[in-house]
């Protein structure tokens, strides 16, 4: 374990939050219900709060906040370019699939990971309701209106291969986690895939 | 003091300050560092919670939050429309200015009405240096590039006459304070283009 893995693996969480806040808080403003904008930014503001815990996370190990970041800021904004919601439900369903591939990717490589960077991770990860929520609203949005199914399916699958994608890019960037094998990557991998698929039917989509 | 005037208060500030939230936070992304961004972040957030003291305010008034918002976004929307800032320079610009003249505004009002209501917008209003935070950031980037002066001088002007049009708009929508006078009223308006130039004149600006 070296730590440079942490520090990089640290500042790609600070940016990667640090970009899901604005586009969540961009995204708000196309809500259908007043309701509904204030329920996104109460997210994108959990998201802020994450940014902080991993900026002060890598304060503590004296490292610079913006230097740790500066190296995933254009594979992160290309991978929202790539993702653009056409509207407030793709919104919902880009910040469903986001925190939760995300949330089981810190998990999966947790366990790889020095004791004291495992536990500041589930200390990020932990006492945040943002995915039951999404997935609530969700929910309500697809009883609502069933028409929407197929094309929200469809996106959770582009999504998904985006962020997959996104994990071994970043990761290669980094320098995969140090010590992992080609079969271990694999796994995890599949892991996050197999996780999402069961999200998807859990929402009656076909993923 | 009637009732339905704190609920037409407090829904314009409410929606105001969701506003304020989602369009900083957009803005932030066109931050020249990272730090410019988190900061703006920071700033965002702290307007997410004032919406948020707001909207329990209602509640507690026995209000639903959507509701009391509603009559004012349309001239909100509107207001920042006509307002978009064209880079990041005019964003600061902009969360300073509005900042400024609604703390202003609210203070301002604040002695024509009840105690408890009073009280909660001094609550809302306090604890928060976003405004020097602002102007602290502002003065180093006109430090850093005087050409920025002229340009940011008539932005300003631009702003505060729009604020102004607004703060009277909403006002007329919400029935102006009751029991003011013309005078009064006239005065109060004055006070908040008085303030404004003050302001402008610490940047170095000509107001």
Same mark, same amino acid.
């Given at each position: *374990?070296?730590?440079?893995?942490?520090?990089?693996? &640290?500042?790609?969480?600070?940016?990667?939050?640090?970009?899901?806040?604005?586009?969540?808080?961009?995204?708000?403003?196309?809500?259908?219900?007043? @309701?509904?904008?204030?329920? $996104?930014?109460?997210?994108a503001v959990l998201e802020f709060?994450?940014? +902080?815990?991993?900026?002060?996370?890598?304060? +503590?190990?004296?490292?610079?906040?913006?230097?740790?970041?500066?190296?995933?800021?254009?594979?992160?904004?290309?991978?929202? +370019?790539?993702?653009?919601?056409?509207?407030?439900?793709?919104?919902? *369903?880009?910040?469903?699939?986001?925190?939760?591939?995300?949330?089981?990717?810190?998990?999966?490589?947790?366990?790889? $990971?020095?004791?004291?960077?495992?536990? &500041?991770? +589930?200390?990020?990860?932990?006492?945040?309701?943002?995915?039951?929520?999404?997935?609530?609203?969700?929910?309500?949005?697809?009883?609502?209106?069933?028409?929407?199914?197929?094309?929200?399916? &469809?996106?959770?699958?582009?999504?998904?291969?985006?962020?997959?994608?996104?994990?071994?890019?970043? /990761?290669?960037e980094n320098g995969f986690i140090?010590?992992? /094998?080609?079969?271990?990557? @694999? @796994?995890?991998?599949?892991?996050?895939s197999r996780n999402h698929s069961?999200?998807? /039917?859990? &929402?009656?989509?076909?993923?």
């Amino acid at each position: *374990m070296t730590d440079r893995f942490i520090v990089g693996l &640290l500042g790609a969480m600070a940016y990667g939050e640090l970009s899901a806040f604005e586009r969540l808080s961009s995204d708000a403003r196309f809500s259908p219900t007043l @309701q509904d904008r204030a329920a $996104l930014g109460r997210i994108a503001v959990l998201e802020f709060g994450h940014f +902080e815990s991993v900026s002060d996370a890598l304060i +503590e190990l004296g490292e610079d906040v913006e230097s740790a970041m500066l190296p995933f800021q254009s594979s992160v904004d290309s991978f929202h +370019e790539r993702t653009r919601p056409a509207d407030w439900y793709e919104s919902m *369903m880009k910040a469903y699939v986001i925190d939760s591939v995300s949330a089981d990717f810190y998990q999966a490589i947790a366990k790889f $990971l020095d004791p004291a960077t495992n536990s &500041l991770i +589930e200390r990020i990860m932990a006492a945040d309701d943002t995915s039951s929520v999404l997935q609530r609203r969700l929910r309500s949005m697809l009883d609502d209106d069933p028409r929407l199914a197929s094309r929200l399916a &469809l996106w959770g699958r582009r999504l998904v291969g985006e962020a997959l994608t996104q994990v071994q890019r970043i /990761s290669q960037e980094n320098g995969f986690i140090p010590g992992i /094998s080609t079969a271990e990557r @694999q @796994q995890l991998l599949a892991g996050l895939s197999r996780n999402h698929s069961r999200r998807m /039917s859990q &929402l009656g989509l076909t993923a």
